[in-house]
T-cell receptor
Framework: GDSVTQMEGPVTLSEEAFLTINCTYT??????LFWYVQYPGEGLQLLLK?????DKGSNKGFEATYRKETTSFHLEKGSVQVSDSAVYFC??????????????FGKGTLLTVNP | DSGVTQTPKHLITATGQRVTLRCSPR?????VYWYQQSLDQGLQFLIHYYNGEERAKGNILERFSAQQFPDLHSELNLSSLELGDSALYFC???????????FGPGTRLLVL
């Protein structure tokens, strides 16, 4: 079945540091890939997505590139801020099973950014 | 604000009891997904409804059931509750034939 593996952290960085959170996936079909972010006490928010190989998703300074050859979708940001402190989830959606776009999530990575 | 609402926000109940969680999708979204977030299992897909019909089931226990009503809101019913059912339950909605899902704030269930 489908699966997502991401570095679990926690990750602690200083403000303005470079961020990378690794994510790799296994899927039977040709999935779309997502990063969601969960701020304390809130629901999940879509951060960015990519639907085909070599696509780059970007939002709020975050980027991730869909790498089919390495089955990866690593999240990066050049300069993190304290407000980026949250849990980040990598996820995939694989339509090969029909019309169900269910998301398969990684376990999440807690990011803490210190001033 | 995603436009997806969930009630109640918090729920505390006892083992053996039954509860109902409610989800209202974004205006116009026909699909509703339910997910469970727990410390040991992470985020897991439970069930998917589209325009009132069940589309797919994931790791949903037989003690759990769901439905989607004509006004498109959905309810997740959890019965014979056990301590291990304590978790955060999210619903998400998506537009017709679109992959992007918009999540509600969740219902935190505590079974004592």
């Amino acid at each position: 079945g489908d699966s997502v593996t991401q570095m679990e952290g926690p990750v602690t960085l200083s403000e303005e540091a470079f961020l990378t959170i690794n994510c790799t996936y296994t899927a039977t079909g040709y999935p779309s890939l997502f990063w969601y972010v969960q701020y304390p006490g809130e629901g999940l928010q879509l951060l960015l997505k990519a639907t085909k190989a070599d696509d780059k998703g970007s939002n709020k300074g975050f980027e991730a590139t869909y790498r089919k050859e390495t089955t990866s979708f690593h999240l990066e940001k050049g300069s993190v801020q304290v407000s980026d402190s949250a849990v980040y989830f990598c996820a995939l959606s694989d339509l090969s099973g029909g019309s169900n776009y269910k998301l398969t999530f990684g376990k999440g990575t807690l990011l803490t950014v210190n001033p | 604000d995603s436009g997806v609402t969930q009630t109640p926000k918090h729920l505390i109940t006892a083992t053996g009891q039954r509860v109902t969680l409610r989800c209202s999708p974004r205006s116009g979204d026909l699909s509703v997904y339910w997910y469970q977030q727990s410390l040991d299992q992470g985020l897991q897909f439970l069930i998917h409804y589209y325009n009132g019909e069940e589309r797919a089931k994931g790791n949903i226990l037989e003690r759990f059931s769901a439905q989607q009503f004509p006004d498109l809101h959905s309810e997740l019913n959890l019965s014979s509750l056990e301590l291990g059912d304590s978790a955060l339950y999210f619903c998400a909605s998506s537009p017709v034939d679109k992959e992007t899902q918009y999540f509600g704030p969740g219902t935190r269930l505590l079974v004592l």
